[in-house]
C-alpha cells in the first residue's frame, strides 16, 4: 500500500495535464502553520477533463468533501453509494477508493495536514474527535438544503485563502472546525454491501495492499505491513475477522498467504540482484538474517545462499 503526502496528493490529482501544479506546490505549503487548501470541483477538474479516481492508498492528510453527483467509496468490506449529495470526512487512519460514476461533478474540497489543527489553536486532538476515528462511518447523506448550507461554509474559505488578511488561516481553521461539527451531527448512509459481496471486496482489497508493496526496487524500500494485524488494522476490520474471509475467499489464513508473497519476492530478489542475505532480509521486514534464513529454509527447504546458487 502506498502511503500519499499532501505534495504528493498534489502530482496525482493534478498530473501534469493541468498547468498550475508548480504554483500548487509553492504557494500553498504553508510550513509555520501546517497545511491547509480548498478547491472548487467544478472548476477544479474543468480544464482536467473529469474528475479521477482516487485509487486504494494511504494518506497523510485529512480531507473534507462536499460532493454532488454520483460516486461510490470503498473501505474495508464497505462500498458506499452517494447518489445524490454527501460529505466525507477522510483520515489518515482509514483508507479507501474513491470513483466519480458520472462525469457531472460538483461540490468542494479542502486538505489539511494535523498541525494545521493543533491543540494550542482548538483545544483537543483532531485524532480523538469521533468523525475522525478509524471506527468512524465518515461518509454522510445530506439533502440539497443541508448541501447548500455547506456550500456555503467552503465558499467563504474560497475568499479568505484569496484574501490578504493577515489571520486568514486563524479564519479558515474556524470554518474548517464548522464543518467538522456539523458532520458529526449526521448520520451515515447505509453501506451497500453485506455478505457474500462484503467478503469478495474485502479479499480483493488485502490482495490490493498485499501486491502494492511489490516489487522491492532498492535496499530503501521496506515492507509497511508485515503481520495479520498490519493488514487488518490497514483495512479497519478485526484481525480475527480478516482472516475468517480469507480462508473462506482463499482458502489460506492471512499469514500464509503473506509469507507465501513474501517468500516469492525473497527467491526474485536473490536471483535478480546482487544485494547480500542481510539487505535482503532487512527490505523484506527481517530484522536478524537468521530469522529470515529460517523462515527461507521452512518455505524452500533450502538455506538463501544455497538457492541463490
Known sequence: MDTITIKEFYQDTFGGSCPDLE?????NIHKNIGHFNVFNIKNMYGN?????EMPYNKRTYYKVSLIAGENHVEYADRTIEIKEYGVLFATPKIPYRYTPIT????GHFCVFTKDFVPFSKTGFDIDSLPIFSNQSDFIYQISENQYHEINSVFEKMH???DSDYEFKYDLIRNYLMELI?????LKPIIPTETGKTAASRITSL??????????????????????PKDYADAL??????????LKETIGRTTSEIVASRINQEAKILLKQTNWNVSEIAYSLGFEEVAHFSNFFKKHTNQSPLVFRE
Open 23 to 27: 504554483q500548487l506546490l509553492s504557494d
Open 48 to 52: 482536467c477533463k473529469t474528475k479521477p
Open 103 to 106: 462525469t457531472e461533478q460538483a
Open 159 to 161: 475568499l479568505e485563502i
Open 181 to 185: 461539527h456539523y458532520g458529526q451531527k
Open 206 to 227: 488485502f490482495i490490493e495492499l498485499l501486491e502494492r508493496q511489490f516489487p522491492i526496487e532498492n535496499i530503501t524500500q521496506l515492507l509497511l505491513l508485515k503481520t
Open 236 to 245: 479497519n476490520v478485526h484481525v480475527n475477522h480478516l482472516n475468517k474471509v
